[in-house]
């Protein structure tokens, strides 16, 4: 048999209402929301499986 690593790659889009003095404050607090795993209910939009063969195992 042969080996086969797998790339798992989920495209999910979430819509993040917020209140911010400037567009770079608002695009900080998403990302500190997204780094906490804060936001649910994401919109699935895509998954690519990209597969490689492994050499010499």
Request: glycine letters at 6%.
């Amino acid at each position: 048999m042969k080996k086969y690593v797998v790339e798992i790659v989920e495209k999910i889009t979430y819509e993040v209402p917020l209140d911010a003095a400037s567009s770079e404050d608002a695009e900080n607090a998403a990302r500190r929301l997204y780094d906490l795993g804060c936001l649910e209910n994401g919109e699935l939009e895509s998954v690519s499986f990209d597969v490689e063969e492994k050499e010499g195992e």
